[in-house]
C-alpha cells in the first residue's frame, strides 16, 4: 500500500462537518515545528491552570507570580538564567546523541562525574592551592568533561560492541555515578562528617557578573557565572557541528538509516562511541559549570534532576542546539519561580505535561488534519 | 467513458461507476469505471502511481471514494472499512503481508475472527483450513509457524485468510513482486483453480507479460483516468496494453551498440562468506568483469546473490577468497576505500538500503561524495555546492521531485531509483554492481534504467548486472553466470535460456554437455 489514509466519522449522528486525518504526503511547512511547540507549552501551562484552580488555586496569580519572580527583573532574570546554564548543557548532550538515535538518559549520571572530575582539581590536588583563576577554570572544565566523557564512553562501547540497550545502561549508570560521589561525601572528603567537601578556595570559583560590581556597579549582587559563556559557547559548535559539518552529516544518515550509512562507508560502531562521548562531556561541563559557579563544593544535592530535565528540553528544542539555549531558560524560570509557588507538585508538573503534550503534538506534524463538510453518503 | 454493455448470461458481481478520490495534490481516481464478472481474473493495468491499488484500497472499504457508486451482487455498496467490505464477500491481499511471525497459519488465519471464542480448538481449524487449501491447491501446513515459510506461502497463507472470511471476489496487488519465477507459476494455477470454482479474482500489476498470461480481460488505467476499460486480454498485443499504459510506444528491446571489452577489472576467487544467519551461503564464487561489459549473474532469489553484491563491496566479511578491482586487493577492506577506488553498488533494497528516508534529496545524493571535493571542504559540507549537484542531478536525471529539500520518502519507486543511479553513476565508478536495479519500476522507469546502464557500459564501466528477470539479463548483458546455492554453475554467452534454467535449478555447465541434455548442446 502506498499511501495510508483514515477517515474517521460518526455516521450515526449527522453533523455537517467531520474530521479528516491523513497522512502527510507532502513535507509540512517550516513553521509548523515551532508553532507546534509553543502550541504544546500553552496547552501544557493550561492544564496547569486548570489544576491549580481544581485546588482552590488562582491559575492567573500563580503564572503572573512566576514570570515576575523569574523575568520580571535583572536580578530574577540573572538567578534564572543561573538554573538555565546546566539545563542548557544537558540540553545539548541529549541533543547530539538523539540525532543519532542514541537514547542517552544518562546525562544525570554523567552531570554527577563531571562535577566529580572538576573537583578532583582541587580536593586531591591537581593543582596547588594558589594556582591562577584561570588555570583552575581551563582545569576544571577540562576534568569535567573528561569524566563524563568517561562515563558516556563506557555505555557506548558496549553498545558498539555487544550491542547493549544504551537507555538501560546508562539509566543503571546514573545510579552507581551517584553512589560514587556520595563515597567521596561521606568517606574521603567529608567535612567535619557532613556530608559535604570542604568548601572550594576562591580562585577555584568561575567568575560571576557581582564580580565585576566594583567597576560597574549595575552588576552588583548578579549571580550569573561565566558557566554560560561556555553553554552558549557550546550551543554555537554545536550548532555547527550538526548542520554544517561532514560528522554532522554521518550522525544525521546514521540517526535516519544506519543502513545505508554503513552502505556509504561511514563507521557506526566509531560514531556510537564518539557521540556518546561527547554528550557524556557536555553533561560533564554542566556538572562543572554548577559546583565552580553555584556550589563551590561537591556534595550530594547538586541536580535537582537537571540530566532528566535535559531531555525534556532536548525535544521541546526539536534537537536544534540554538533553540535549546531558549527552552532552557524557559525551564530555568520554571524551577525557579515555581519553587516558590509550590516547592514541588505543580511546577514539575507543568514540566511533565510540557513533555507529554510536545510527544503528543508530534501528531500534527505527521498528519494532515482538517475539517470538511460531510458529503451526503 | 463508454458504458460497457454486459452481454446477457455474464454476471457483473462488482461493478464501480464513477469514482473519484483525491490525496492532496493528486487526482489518484477521476471518474474510473471498473466492472468485475464472475469466475474471470481481470487484469488492472498501469503505472506506478497509476491508481491501480487506490481504486481497489476504495473497493476494500480502505479508503473511502470522494466520488461514485459501488455495487456489489446488484446491491448499492458503500464500504466504510474493511470489515464491511469483508462481510460482503470482497477480499484483498496486499504487496506487504499482515501476518505475525510467530504464529501458526491457522493461528493467523483466525486472527480477529469471532469463532473460535475462548478455548481454541486449533486441530479442529486445522483440517477446516486444509479443507479450503485442497479444494484451491493452495499447499501450505496450517501448523507451520509463518516465519517458517517462505514468500510464497505465506501469500498463499494471505489468500487462505481471505477463501476462509468467504470471499469470493480477491484482489491481489501486484502478488508477483515477491516471488520467485516457480512460485509465480503456482500462484497463477491457484488463480485458475479459483476462477473454475467461481470466484472472481482483481489482478494488479504494472509486468505485461503476466496480465496476458493470466487475465481474461484488461483494464488500463493511466494517471488515474481509464484509458481501457475491460477489453478481452486475447484481443490485444502486448505493444498495444504498453500503449495505453504508457501514452507512447514503449521500445522493449534496449538498443545495444557494439563495446570491445577491455582489460580486467572485477576478479573474485573462490569467495566465502556467511548469510546473516551465520550459514555459509557463498561456496567459492569465481567470476570476472571486464571493462565496457555487462555481466549478468542469474539465479532464483536467495542463492547467495545479495550476499555476494554485500561481499564485493566490502559491508560482508569474506572468510576465504581473493576480490580484485583493477589490480588492487580489495577483499574486507573498508566500505569507503571501495567507493574511493570506484566501486559503486545500487542495493536491492532501496529504501532499507540505498536510501535515508526523511533525509532530502541533496542529503540523499551526497551520500558516497560528502567528504569529498568539492561539497567535503576541510571539516564542513559546503552546502551551497551540495545543493547545486544536486539541482544538476535532479536536472540530468529528470528526478521528478518539488524541491531537492523534499524527504525522498515521499518520492514514487521510480523516483527513488533514480536519486540512487545519479549519485552512484555521477561518481564515475570503474566497477558498478547493480542488484535488482529495475524491481517494481513501471515500463518507462525500467527502460529509462536499462538506458542508463548501457552508457555506463558504453563510457567504459565494468557493470555486474544481478537479476531475476531473466528478460532482463538476456537484453543487457554480454554474458551471464548463473549461480546456485552460492556456486557459479557456468557461463553462458550466447543466451542460451534452456541451458541457464537448467542452470538455475542446479545442473553444471559441463553435465549439461556430457549428458547431453542441453538442446543446442
Known sequence: MAEINNTKSASSWKFPFRIKIENRVDNPPKWLSPTLSVGAIIIALLIGAIVIWMGGGNPWAAYSHIAKYSLGSVGVLSDTLVKAIPLMLVGLACSIAFRMKLWNIGAEGQFFLGAFGASLVVLLPILPEDAPKWLFIITMAFFGMLFGALWGFIPGLLKARYNVNEIISTLMMNYIAIEWNNYFIYAVWSERGFQMSRMFQRNAWLPRLSDLSTRWPFFSGLTTHFGLVFAVLAAIILWLILSKSKWGYEIRLIGDNPKAAEYAGISIKKNIVLVMMVSGALAGLAGMSEIGGVVHRLQGAISPGYGYTGIIIAWLAKLNPLAVILASILFGALILAGREVQPAGIPTLIQGMIMVTLIASDFFYRNRVTIIRRVED | ?521
Open chain 2, 1 to 521: 467513458m463508454d458504458q460497457e454493455i454486459t452481454p446477457p448470461g455474464i454476471e457483473n458481481v462488482v461493478s464501480m461507476r464513477g469514482i473519484s478520490k483525491r490525496f492532496p495534490g493528486v487526482i489518484a481516481n477521476d471518474q474510473v469505471d471498473f466492472d468485475l464478472r464472475r469466475g474471470e481474473v481481470h487484469a488492472l493495468l498501469g503505472e506506478n502511481g497509476a491508481g491501480k491499488s487506490t481504486l481497489m484500497n476504495v473497493l476494500a472499504g480502505l479508503y473511502r471514494a470522494e466520488g461514485g457508486t459501488i455495487t456489489v451482487h446488484g446491491k448499492v455498496a458503500n464500504f466504510n472499512s474493511p470489515k464491511e467490505s469483508i462481510d460482503a464477500g470482497i477480499g484483498m491481499v496486499h504487496q506487504h503481508f499482515m501476518l505475525v511471525p510467530s504464529q501458526s497459519v491457522t493461528e493467523n488465519i483466525l486472527l480477529g475472527l469471532e469463532e473460535p471464542r475462548f478455548r481454541m480448538k486449533l486441530s479442529e481449524f486445522d483440517k477446516k483450513i486444509e479443507t479450503i487449501a485442497e479444494q484451491f491447491g493452495l499447499h501450505v501446513d496450517p501448523e507451520a509457524k509463518i516465519w517458517q515459510l517462505s514468500v510464497g506461502e505465506q501469500q498463499r497463507v494471505e489468500i487462505l485468510k481471505m477463501l476462509y472470511r468467504g470471499a469470493d471476489v480477491l484482489i491481489m496487488d501486484e502478488p508477483t513482486a515477491v516471488l520467485a519465477p516457480s512460485e509465480i507459476e503456482e500462484l497463477f494455477n491457484t488463480l485458475r483453480s479459483m476462477t473454475d470454482q467461481g470466484k472472481s479474482i482483481v489482478f494488479i500489476s504494472h509486468k505485461l507479460h503476466e496480465v496476458m498470461e493470466i487475465s481474461d480481460r484488461v483494464t488500463v488505467l493511466q494517471k488515474g483516468r481509464v484509458t481501457s476499460s475491460g477489453i478481452n486480454t486475447s484481443d490485444v498485443t502486448r505493444a498495444d496494453l504498453a500503449h495505453l499504459m504508457v501514452g507512447r510506444e514503449v521500445v522493449f528491446r534496449v538498443q545495444k551498440n557494439e563495446v570491445q571489452a577491455g582489460d580486467l577489472v572485477l576478479s573474485v576467487e573462490n569467495l566465502k562468506a556467511m548469510n546473516d544467519k551465520g550459514l555459509q551461503s557463498l561456496n567459492g564464487v569465481s567470476l570476472n568483469v571486464r571493462q565496457g561489459e555487462i555481466v549478468g549473474l542469474a539465479g532464483v532469489a536467495g542463492n547467495g546473490q545479495n550476499e555476494l553484491a554485500e561481499t564485493l563491496v566490502g559491508l560482508r566479511e569474506a572468510i576465504e577468497g581473493k576480490i580484485t578491482v583493477n589490480e588492487k586487493e580489495v577483499t574486507n577492506k573498508p566500505v569507503k576505500l571501495g567507493i574511493r577506488h570506484g566501486i559503486s553498488l545500487i542495493p536491492a533494497d532501496r529504501t532499507q538500503v540505498g536510501t535515508a528516508p526523511n533525509l532530502s534529496v541533496t542529503d540523499n545524493v551526497i551520500m558516497k561524495n560528502y567528504d569529498q571535493k568539492p561539497i567535503g571542504q576541510g571539516w564542513m559540507v559546503n552546502s551551497s555546492e551540495a545543493g547545486k549537484y544536486a539541482s544538476e542531478l535532479k536536472e540530468a536525471y529528470d528526478i521528478i521531485v518539488p524541491t531537492i529539500d523534499t524527504s525522498v520518502r515521499l518520492l514514487s519507486g521510480g523516483n527513488l531509483q533514480k536519486v540512487i543511479l545519479a549519485r552512484e553513476i555521477s561518481s564515475e565508478p570503474k566497477l558498478m554492481i547493480a542488484v535488482q536495479p529495475t524491481r517494481g519500476l513501471d515500463v518507462g522507469a525500467i527502460e529509462g534504467v536499462q538506458k542508463l546502464l548501457l552508457s555506463q557500459r558504453e563510457s567504459g564501466a565494468a557493470i555486474l548486472l544481478i537479476s531475476e528477470e531473466l528478460e532482463e539479463l538476456l537484453s543487457l548483458s554480454d554474458r551471464i553466470y548463473v549461480i546456485y546455492e552460492g556456486e557459479i554453475m557456468g557461463e553462458i554467452a550466447d543466451g542460451d535460456i534452456e541451458k541457464i534454467g537448467q542452470m538455475m535449478t542446479g545442473t553444471r555447465l559441463e553435465q549439461i554437455g556430457k549428458e547431453g541434455v542441453g538442446s543446442n548442446g
